[in-house]
């Protein structure tokens, strides 16, 4: 496990310091998301609006610090030699109403502008055509380094956070990688399709049709 000190010291009450740590080291991240706009894209007032919501008795003073953890996380992704990031989301994380309806529209243009902006990301959307898929249930993250450091699969869970690094381990979740991203949607349809949902109209039901390429 990494132990590079660095600003996210400052937060050790988020639980989340050897997966920084381990980020700031990768030389490849890939992640699938379920049900929330992945950490890389999100916005103050989504991450604001994530985390009351799922700790609706926080403090305002704490709520801020977790927010301004995650706003720093995302300087990763702009830093110099800074890891290539692959991301898998489903697309039912695009229509989960998180904030107001403004809060979600900046929410999705942000996360076109960053897709679009930023060299060092590749962001799919697994459709909601696709059906059941081999990691449904089960957000992953995929943390890979210059040999011969090995491979570390990250997954929060309600128990706690898991780090696995067993070839075994490891290798179901590349398989359940590969079958996700080769059953998503390419990158030029991925952001259509979050540029579509992010100028529709959010009290309609329903998901969005499928980009297919």
């Known amino acids: 496990m990494a132990e590079h000190k660095g ?25 699938y998301e379920q049900s929330v706009i992945p950490w890389m894209f999100q916005t103050e007032d989504y991450a604001c609006a994530v985390i009351r919501e799922i700790l609706p008795d926080i403090s305002d003073r704490v709520l ?4 301004s953890a995650r706003l720093k996380r995302q300087k990763l992704l702009t830093r110099e030699n800074s890891p290539t990031f692959w991301s898998v989301v489903d697309e039912s994380a ?3 109403r998180v904030g107001n309806d403004q809060v979600r529209r900046d929410q999705l243009q942000k996360m076109v502008a960053v897709a679009q902006q930023v060299r060092s990301i590749t962001l799919q959307v697994v459709p ?13 993250t995929l943390l890979e380094f210059e040999l011969p450091r090995p491979t570390v699969v990250y997954q929060e869970t309600l128990a706690g956070a ?15 990688w ?8 390419d990158p030029g349809s991925s952001v259509r ?11 309609a039901s329903g998901a969005t ?3 297919g390429s």
Do not use: M
């Open 178 to 185: 590969k079958r996700l991203y080769s059953g998503a949607l």
């Open 162 to 176: 898991l780090y696995l690094d067993r070839p075994s381990e490891v290798d179901k979740y590349r398989d359940a």
């Open 209 to 211: 049709a499928y980009y």
């Open 7 to 31: 600003w996210w010291d400052a937060y050790s009450d988020l639980g989340i310091n050897p997966l920084i740590a381990l980020e700031v080291e990768a030389s490849q991240i890939s992640s």
């Open 94 to 96: 695009l229509h989960r």
């Open 128 to 140: 909601l055509s696709r059906g059941a898929h081999p990691a449904l249930d089960s957000p992953f």
């Open 193 to 203: 399709l979050i540029a579509d949902v992010g100028t529709g109209d959010f009290t």
């Open 64 to 67: 801020k610090e977790r927010v």
